[in-house]
């Protein structure tokens, strides 16, 4: 008899500071009784020691003291919970600008995101550098939570208002889908259950709509299956075979395919997972793979099907600069890309995102935060995709190489928005 297993949906909770994320995750959490006796103890605890009187749900999730003490979401808290029909990995991502680097971590493999929009101050400019940087990553679902109704005693008007901007910047930067709720976080109107509060909204709660979005990301199951090589194994008997982890597509045996950069056509005739073999290997699984052809392949090298990414050395690049110096034309990095590490150059800057009005100005730099356009260099070459076509082999990260600290997350190609 077959097992079924739940969905997994992976979702990211982007917005401004002081919005209302952590409540609402903290809300959503506690409402589904996800949370430990001990667990809203050390809540409530942190609560009395802060002076906030009743429980305090955003503290579910703030689990660094400093955020405690700061009242900030700082870090990306990862939180799981499951309901009835799916299971869900909730990336709560902070706020403040300062921090826009965790929430880009938190987005890069989110299938969903959902933002929190204060019904009083409307989008900001922090929510929508968050949404535009959630579209960047490859986001296609959007779920917009406006929170603290209770305190424009649920005027339809207020939240309309809002729903007309977030469906403006929805639209610009091509989500694929678009639900905005009315919520009270603090209370829990319309989180978990709908309220009688709203009665003039008829839509889904939060919950309701999360169980009813699409998981995984369709670009990546439609096109050809991709292999990383990260360790090559030695079999007993003589041989070797090729471990990483499959995105894309699914391998099966008996696929042809074509080992990069060295262009070498063969077939794949065996599967392993864990020491067992099986028939096929589909996105998500660390898998060994036997080839028909003896090669001489390496870490960094890539197995593939078709349609076959591409094999270059220089490439067009949308870059999130997180380095406290400005990266500027010229400047020489390391560029980690799935498994292989090469120095690179920055060629040249083609401009500078304007998130507010979503198009490219000039500039000669980016600052901390900014995201621009840019042409890449590499002294080795690389096997990539379209970070629109593959998350895994369209991303990439530069590295200071005296510092060693991570400076800019990188998309290959352009937004298809701008």
């Given at each position: 008899m077959s097992i079924q297993t739940k969905d997994v949906l992976r979702l990211a909770t982007i917005g401004s500071v002081d919005d209302g994320k952590s409540t609402l995750i903290g809300r959503l959490l506690v409402d589904t009784r996800q949370l430990f006796d001990d667990q809203l103890d050390a809540v409530a605890e942190a609560s009395e020691r802060r002076g906030v009187g009743d429980l305090d749900l955003s503290f579910v999730t703030d689990g660094l003291r400093a955020e405690r003490e700061q009242g900030i979401t700082i870090d990306v808290a990862y939180r799981y919970a499951a309901t009835p029909t799916r299971k869900f990995i909730i990336a709560d991502c902070p706020g403040h600008v300062q921090y826009t680097r965790n929430m880009a971590t938190g987005a890069s493999t989110a299938d969903l995101a959902l933002a929190v929009v204060d019904v009083a101050a409307g989008l900001k400019e922090q929510t929508r550098r968050?949404?535009?940087?959630?579209?960047?990553?490859?986001?296609?679902?959007?779920?917009?939570?406006?929170?603290?109704?209770?305190?424009?005693?649920?005027?339809d008007a207020a939240f309309l208002?809002?729903?007309?901007?977030?469906?403006?910047?929805?639209?610009?930067?091509?989500?694929?889908?678009?639900?905005?709720?009315?919520?009270?976080?603090?209370?829990?109107?319309?989180?978990?259950?709908?309220?009688?509060?709203?009665?003039?909204?008829?839509?889904p709660s939060v919950l309701e709509a999360l169980e009813a979005t699409h998981a995984g990301d369709p670009s990546t199951t439609t096109q050809g299956a991709r292999l990383p090589i990260q360790w090559v194994l030695r079999q007993n008997g003589g041989g070797r075979t090729y471990a990483g982890m499959v995105n894309g597509a699914t391998f099966h045996v008996g696929d042809k395919v074509t080992l990069l950069p060295a262009g070498i056509e063969t077939t794949i005739s065996a599967l392993r997972l864990g020491g067992a073999d099986r028939t096929d290997a589909y996105a998500g699984l660390s898998a060994d793979i036997d080839l028909v052809a003896e090669t001489d392949a390496g870490r960094g090298d890539m197995?593939?099907?078709?349609?076959?990414?591409?094999?270059?050395?220089?490439?067009?690049?949308?870059?999130?600069?997180?380095?406290?110096?400005?990266?500027?034309?010229?400047?020489?990095?390391?560029?980690?890309?799935t498994s292989r590490s090469t120095p690179a150059r920055i060629v040249q800057l083609d401009g500078l995102v304007d998130i507010e009005h979503l198009n490219v100005g000039p500039s000669d730099q980016l600052t901390v935060n900014e995201i621009g356009l840019a042409k890449i260099s590499c002294a080795d070459a690389l096997v990539v995709d379209e970070y629109q076509v593959n998350r895994a082999t369209g991303s990439f990260v530069l590295v200071d190489e005296v510092t060693n600290a991570t400076v800019a997350a990188g998309m290959i190609g352009r937004p298809s928005f701008l």
């Open positions: 968050h949404l535009c940087i959630a579209a960047l990553l490859g986001v296609r679902n959007l779920i917009v939570a406006v929170n603290k109704m209770d305190r424009v005693e649920w005027s208002a809002v729903a007309d901007q977030v469906a403006a910047v929805s639209n610009e930067l091509g989500f694929a889908s678009c639900e905005v709720i009315p919520v009270s976080a603090l209370l829990g109107d319309n989180v978990v259950d709908r309220s009688d509060a709203s009665p003039w909204y008829n839509g197995i593939a099907s078709e349609p076959l990414p591409t094999v270059t050395k220089e490439f067009d690049a949308t870059i999130c600069w997180f380095g406290e110096k400005p990266m500027t034309p010229g400047q020489r990095l390391r560029l980690k890309h």
